[in-house]
C-alpha cells in the first residue's frame, strides 16, 4: 500500500525541484498527446520549446516576442501572488486589465492630439487607477458584506468585456476609422505610444513595470511588515489577528494592488504591443497569469521565470501550429498540463510516499 | 444491580502516549438499562477511554467483554456493528445538507429517502426529540443539531449509547429535553455511558459513576449519594493545597476590567456577561472554570484581538478597551492564546518569524516597516536558549516541535518581552509535566518581578500551584476573586458553579 506521509517541515529541495519536474511531465505527456494527433511528438516539443529562441528563420521575430508577451504575464502574476499568498483569491485581473487599457487609453485620446510627455505618465496613472477601482468592487463586497471575491471578480471580467465592446464601438471608435470598431492607433501618436525601448528585444515599459514590480513584491514579502502580514493571514488567519493584522484592509490592500498592475499591465499592452481599443483587445493575459504565479510558487523571482516560460510556450505553441498543423485547441491543453501537473507534483513538497502498511494509531 | 451480567465489562486497559499515560489499568462495569457517568476533570483519560471503547483506539494492553463474548473493535464501524454508538462532542453535520441527507450519509446501506424520513420523524416522536427532516441543518440550534447525531446513533438501535459531554453547547431547556429521552432508552434498556464534568447533571441522571484521575480509576461511586462537592473532590483529588511562596510584594492595580459584556463571536462561542477584576502588580491571578465558559472570549478581550468598549478596560488607568493588540502590546499587555498551533503561532513559519510574530515591537526587530530579521533570530535563538525549547534551530517551522516545546516557546516569547500584565491561558495544557513546572516557575518568576499575570486554566492543581487569588468562570460570568490560600476544595466546586447548574436541573422537573 503507498501511503502520504506529512513531512514535519516543507522540503526545500522539492520546493525548487516540482516547476522542474512538472515541465518534464507536461513535455512528456503533452508529446504523447501530440502523438495521438498523428505528429511527431520530439518536433512538437522542440518547436515550442527550441525553435522560437534559436531557429535561425524564426528567433529574429520570435525572440522580441518572448518580453512583449511575458511583461504582462509578470506584471499582472506579480501582483495576483501577493494576494494569492493572503488567502484573497482575485480572479478577475482580466476585467482589471480591460478596464486599465479602456482608462488609459481614454486619458491619451483625450489629449489628442496635442504632444506633452506629461501624457503618456498620465495614461500609466489612470490605467492603474482604473484598474484599481474595478478590483475595489469585489473588495468592497466582501469586506462589507462578505460575498465571495472569487464569483465577485470572475463575473466582472465579463461586465468588462462588454464594455470594452461597447468603447470599441461608440465613446473611444476612432472619428477618422471610417466607422470601422476600435479606436484610434496609440502607436501612430508619439505621447501615448509605447514603444519599443531597445530596438530588437521587444523591451517596452511595459516590461520595465514588469521587473520593477517582481523586485518591489520580492522586498515587500520578505523584508517589510506588510509582506509579513500578508504571509501571516494567508497561512495562519487567527495567528495574524493575533498579531494585529486588520483582515479589511489586507484585504482592500491586496485586491487594489493586483488590480492596478492588471490595469496599468493593460495600458502598456493598448499603447505598445495592441496599439488600439478594439472589441477582441484582450487575449487572456488575466486569466493565464493566475497559472504564471502558481507555476512561479507565488514567489517574484519565481514568477519572472514562469512568465517567460508561458510566454515560450505561446510563441512556440502559434509557430507550432503553423509549421505543423496543430490545432490551437491543443496548444491550450498543454499549457493546462503545465498547470495540472505543478498542482500535482506540489505534494511532494508537503509529503513524502511510503510504501507499506501503516499502523492506525 | 450488580447481580446481573454486565452489558460490557472493562479490565486492565491502558493506554500510553509519547510523555503521558492516558489511561492505566482501568477497569469498570456497564449494565443494560443503566445510566453510568465518567467523571474526571480535562485530561484524565475520560476521552482516550471512550474512544478505546469505540474502536478509534486501541489499548496497549487489557481486555473489554460485551455481553459476556470478548470485543475488540478494530474500528467504529465494528464498534457500531456490535451496538455501540457514539455521539460525539463536536458535531460532524452539512450545514448546507438537510437532516434526512446528513443522516443517509451516515449510514453504511442508507434507505430510500422516503423510508429514512418516515423512520426518523417515527423515532423523533417515540423519543420526544422533535426533529423536521426536511429541514436544513444550517438553520438549526446547537441542540438540534445533537437530536440529529442522537438520532442517527438510535437508528442502529444501540445497546450501548457514549455520550461525550452531551449538554456542554445546550441550553437548560434542551437539557431537560436531552434527560428526559436518556431516562426513556435507559428504561427500555439501554445502557448508556454519559461523560461529564458536570457534577449536579450527573446526581440528577446517572445510577452509577467511575471518577477516572490522571488516567487511573479513583473511585466507583453512586452519584445520587454524594453531594456535588464530595465529587469534586474525587474528581480533583484531596491534595488541593497553595504551595507558600516567597512573600511577593503586591503593588497597585495595574489592569481593571469593569463591566465587559461581549456577544458570543460564532455560534458555539460564548458570550461575556458583565465581568468585572481587577489585577495588580506582582499577582498572579487564577481562573478557573470547565472549557467553553468563556474562557477563549475573556482572552480576546484582554489581548485585544476583540475590541470592546473603551472603558470597559484600564491598563495603569488609561483606557485601552478599544486597541488592538498591536496598541495594547506596546502598553505592556501581552497574551499567550490557548491553541499554539494557528493563533498563538502559525505552524508553518519558523520559530524566527514566528518571534517576530508578536515582538516586532518591543524587542524593535522592526523600523519603520522594514523587518530586521537577523534582530528576530537572536531574540528567537535567546528564547529557545532561556526556555529550553528542544529545537535544532530557529529556522525551524513551528509545527516541528512537540506541543510542550513550542508551548515553551511561546510563553518564552511573551515573558522575554518583559510584560507588565501578562495574559496565558491554558499554558500548560497538553504539556509533560517537567515543561509544565518550567512555565508554571517562569510565571511565579514573572509576578516576583513584579508584572502582574493572568492564568486562565482548567488544571484546578495548577491554578492552585501559581495564584495568589482565584476565581471561576461559568457561562460567560466571572466569579469575584478570593485568596487562593486556604481555599478548601468544597469552596472551589461551589465557585465553579456546579450549585448554578443544580438550580436548573431542579427546574427543568
Same mark, same amino acid.
Given at each position: 500500500m503507498i501511503r502520504l506521509e506529512k513531512r514535519p517541515e516543507p522540503s526545500r529541495f522539492w520546493t525548487a525541484a516540482t516547476p522542474i519536474l512538472a515541465v518534464v511531465l507536461t513535455m512528456i505527456a503533452g508529446g504523447i498527446m501530440f502523438a495521438l494527433l498523428g505528429k511527431d511528438p520530439v518536433a512538437a516539443i522542440r518547436t515550442i520549446f527550441w525553435d522560437p529562441l534559436f531557429d535561425p528563420q524564426f528567433a529574429a521575430y520570435s525572440r522580441p516576442q518572448l518580453l512583449v508577451k511575458a511583461g504582462p504575464l509578470i506584471l499582472i502574476a506579480t501582483g495576483l501572488a501577493l494576494g494569492f499568498r493572503a488567502g484573497v483569491w482575485n480572479i478577475g485581473a482580466e476585467g482589471q486589465y480591460i478596464i486599465g487599457a479602456i482608462c488609459g487609453a481614454a486619458v491619451g485620446l483625450a489629449f489628442y492630439p496635442m504632444e506633452s510627455w506629461?501624457? &503618456?505618465?498620465?495614461?500609466?496613472?489612470?490605467?492603474?487607477?482604473?484598474?484599481?477601482?474595478?478590483?475595489?468592487?469585489?473588495?468592497? =463586497?466582501?469586506?462589507?458584506? #462578505?460575498?465571495?471575491? /472569487?464569483?465577485?471578480?470572475?463575473?466582472? $471580467?465579463?461586465?468588462?468585456?462588454?464594455l470594452l465592446a461597447s468603447m470599441a464601438l461608440g465613446a473611444l471608435r476612432n472619428p477618422e476609422g471610417g466607422g470601422f470598431p476600435g479606436s484610434r492607433n496609440l502607436q501612430q501618436y508619439p505621447s501615448a505610444a509605447n514603444l519599443e525601448l531597445i530596438p530588437g528585444t521587444g523591451m517596452h515599459w511595459g516590461v520595465v513595470a514588469a521587473f520593477i514590480?517582481? /523586485? &518591489?513584491?520580492? $522586498? =515587500?514579502? #520578505?523584508? !517589510?511588515m506588510t509582506g509579513f502580514h500578508i504571509r501571516l493571514a494567508g497561512q495562519s488567519p487567527r495567528a495574524a489577528r493575533f498579531a494585529g493584522v486588520n483582515p479589511t484592509r489586507l484585504i482592500l490592500l491586496c485586491l487594489g494592488i493586483s488590480g492596478a498592475l492588471a490595469g496599468a499591465?493593460?495600458? &502598456?499592452?493598448?499603447?505598445?504591443?495592441? +496599439?488600439?481599443?478594439?472589441?477582441?483587445? #484582450?487575449?487572456?493575459? +488575466?486569466?493565464?497569469?493566475? /497559472? $504564471?504565479?502558481?507555476?512561479?510558487?507565488? !514567489?517574484?523571482v519565481g514568477i519572472l521565470l514562469a512568465g517567460l516560460l508561458m510566454a515560450l510556450t505561446y510563441i512556440g505553441g502559434e509557430l507550432a501550429q503553423f509549421m505543423l498543423g496543430l490545432p490551437s485547441a491543443s496548444i491550450q491543453a498543454f499549457q493546462g498540463m503545465l498547470l495540472f501537473f505543478l498542482l500535482a507534483v506540489d505534494v511532494l513538497t508537503n509529503y513524502r510516499f511510503r510504501i507499506g502498511k501503516g499502523a492506525i494509531t | 444491580m450488580n447481580e446481573t451480567a454486565p452489558l460490557l465489562r472493562i479490565e486492565g486497559l491502558t493506554k500510553a502516549y509519547p510523555g503521558v499515560v492516558a489511561n492505566s489499568d482501568v477497569g469498570f462495569d456497564l449494565h443494560a438499562g443503566k445510566v453510568?457517568?465518567? *467523571?474526571?476533570?480535562?485530561?484524565?483519560?475520560?476521552?482516550?477511554?471512550?474512544?478505546?471503547? @469505540?474502536?478509534?483506539?486501541?489499548?496497549?494492553?487489557?481486555?473489554?467483554?460485551?455481553?459476556?463474548?470478548? @470485543?475488540?473493535?478494530?474500528?467504529?464501524?465494528?464498534?457500531?456493528?456490535?451496538?455501540v454508538a457514539m455521539v460525539f462532542q463536536h458535531f460532524s453535520l452539512f450545514d448546507a445538507l438537510d437532516v434526512a441527507e446528513n443522516i443517509s450519509l451516515g449510514m453504511d446501506n442508507p434507505p430510500p429517502r422516503r423510508t429514512l424520513s418516515a423512520r426518523i420523524r417515527e423515532v423523533s416522536e417515540a423519543y420526544g426529540l422533535p426533529l423536521d427532516p426536511t429541514r436544513r441543518v444550517g438553520e438549526l440550534s446547537a441542540g438540534e443539531r445533537q437530536r440529529i447525531e442522537i438520532i442517527r446513533c438510535l437508528l442502529q438501535d444501540p445497546k *450501548? *449509547?457514549?455520550?461525550?459531554?452531551?449538554?456542554?453547547?445546550?441550553?437548560?431547556?434542551?437539557?431537560?429535553?436531552?434527560?428526559?429521552t436518556l431516562r426513556q432508552l435507559s428504561a427500555e434498556g439501554t445502557a448508556i455511558l454519559y461523560i461529564s464534568h458536570k457534577l449536579e447533571e450527573i446526581r440528577a441522571l446517572c445510577d452509577g459513576a467511575t471518577v477516572l484521575r490522571l488516567g487511573k480509576v479513583v473511585a466507583n461511586c453512586t452519584p445520587a449519594e454524594k453531594s456535588a462537592s464530595e465529587l469534586a473532590e474525587l474528581m480533583v483529588g484531596q491534595t488541593l493545597h497553595a504551595p507558600s511562596r516567597e512573600g511577593t510584594e503586591v503593588g497597585d492595580t495595574v489592569l481593571t476590567v469593569k463591566g465587559l459584556s461581549m456577544a458570543a463571536p460564532h455560534a458555539f462561542g460564548t458570550s461575556l456577561k458583565d465581568i468585572t477584576l481587577d489585577l495588580r502588580a506582582g499577582e498572579v491571578l487564577g481562573i478557573g472554570g470547565v472549557a467553553g465558559n468563556g474562557q477563549d472570549e475573556l482572552l480576546a478581550a484582554l489581548s485585544g484581538e476583540a475590541p470592546t468598549a473603551r472603558d470597559a478596560v484600564t491598563l495603569n488607568g488609561a483606557p485601552i478597551g478599544h486597541l488592538g493588540p498591536n496598541a495594547r502590546r506596546a502598553l505592556g499587555l501581552l497574551s499567550a492564546p490557548e491553541e499554539r498551533l494557528g493563533h498563538a503561532a502559525a505552524p508553518d513559519m519558523s520559530l524566527t518569524e514566528n518571534a517576530m510574530l508578536t515582538a516586532s515591537q518591543r524587542k524593535h526587530l522592526a523600523h519603520r516597516g522594514f523587518l530586521n530579521w537577523a534582530a528576530a533570530r537572536r531574540f528567537a535563538q535567546t528564547v529557545i536558549e532561556r526556555f529550553d525549547v528542544r529545537t535544532p534551530g530557529p529556522g525551524h517551522a513551528a509545527r516541528s516541535l512537540s506541543g510542550g516545546n513550542l508551548q515553551k516557546f511561546v510563553i518564552g516569547r511573551e515573558i522575554l518581552q518583559d510584560p507588565g500584565v501578562l495574559v496565558v491561558n491554558q499554558p500548560t495544557w497538553g504539556v509533560d509535566a517537567s515543561a509544565a513546572a518550567a512555565i508554571r516557575q517562569a510565571l511565579l518568576d514573572l509576578a516576583a518581578k513584579g508584572a502582574a499575570v493572568i492564568v486562565i486554566s482548567q488544571d484546578l492543581d495548577e491554578l492552585m500551584e501559581v495564584s495568589d487569588r482565584f476565581c471561576a468562570m461559568n457561562e460567560g460570568r466571572l466569579s469575584p476573586a478570593r485568596p487562593a490560600e486556604g481555599l478548601s476544595v468544597e469552596e472551589i466546586g461551589l465557585m465553579l458553579g456546579g450549585a448554578h447548574d443544580m438550580e436548573v436541573a431542579h427546574v427543568a422537573h
Open positions: 506629461i501624457i &503618456f505618465p498620465l495614461m500609466v496613472l489612470a490605467g492603474a487607477l482604473g484598474g484599481w477601482a474595478w478590483a475595489m468592487i469585489p473588495g468592497v =463586497l466582501r469586506t462589507r458584506f #462578505n460575498t465571495n471575491e /472569487i464569483l465577485v471578480s470572475l463575473l466582472l $471580467v465579463y461586465v468588462a468585456e462588454q514590480a517582481v /523586485i &518591489f513584491a520580492y $522586498v =515587500l514579502l #520578505n523584508r !517589510h499591465a493593460g495600458l &502598456f499592452e493598448v499603447s505598445g504591443p495592441a +496599439g488600439q481599443i478594439s472589441i477582441d483587445f #484582450n487575449v487572456g493575459y +488575466g486569466f493565464t497569469a493566475i /497559472i $504564471v504565479a502558481f507555476l512561479g510558487r507565488l !514567489h517574484p | 453510568h457517568a465518567l *467523571l474526571g476533570e480535562n485530561g484524565a483519560g475520560k476521552s482516550t477511554l471512550v474512544k478505546m471503547i @469505540y474502536g478509534l483506539v486501541r489499548p496497549d494492553s487489557g481486555t473489554m467483554s460485551l455481553r459476556g463474548t470478548p @470485543y475488540a473493535p478494530v474500528n467504529p464501524n465494528a464498534a457500531r456493528a456490535a451496538g *450501548l *449509547l457514549i455520550m461525550d459531554e452531551p449538554t456542554s453547547v445546550l441550553t437548560p431547556q434542551e437539557v431537560d429535553i436531552l434527560f428526559r
